[in-house]
């Protein structure tokens, strides 16, 4: 993908120079998401696979980035960060724009992720099209209050895909 504009914003593949930035973003995410649930200890994800990453980026600063796999059908979201001073701006809408463009241009079906719904981003999710195909209570975390923790699997199809 090559950049990309989108009014002010800038749609980009990640390079070297934006880890700083990139990094910055996540912690202050990953801070965010830890007032809500946390992983437990001693149990891992799914394997690693080569992830790839846009970013958006407006004025040659970085606002948000969005990691992604390529797999046979379908593109997998694996993490998305905007940078909280520029939240609810279009950063997001952005970025997924990028993914989709990627998903159409490889002939892919869908986008799909997973994502926590204690922490209020399948509505954020389901504002950007996707729509939700699976929720179930999950081991895997704990949330800071105690209560249960459920993994919702979100899917946008692509082009009247389904």
């Known amino acids: 993908m090559q950049s ?21 973003i996540y912690d202050a995410a990953t801070a965010d998401l830890r007032q809500v649930y946390a992983p437990r200890c001693g149990i891992f994800g799914d394997k690693e696979e080569v992830s790839q990453r ?52 490889a002939h892919k079906q869908a986008i799909v992720l997973r994502t926590v719904s204690e922490t209020g981003n399948v509505e954020i999710f389901s504002r950007l099209g996707f729509s939700e195909v699976n929720r179930e209570q999950t081991n895997r975390f704990v949330a800071t209050n105690g209560s249960d923790v459920h993994v919702v699997e979100m899917r946008r199809c692509i082009g009247g895909k389904s």
Not at 97 to 103: K, R, Y
């Open 54 to 105: 846009l970013v958006v980026t407006e004025m040659g600063v970085v606002l948000g980035v969005v990691e992604y796999i390529d797999q046979p059908d379908q593109v997998y979201v694996r993490a998305l960060a905007v940078a909280r001073r520029h939240r609810r701006q279009g950063v997001a809408k952005c970025l997924m724009s990028g993914v989709e463009e990627l998903a159409k241009n």
């Open 4 to 24: 990309k504009q989108h009014g002010s914003f800038v749609v980009r593949p990640m390079v070297a120079e934006d880890e700083p930035a990139v990094r910055d």
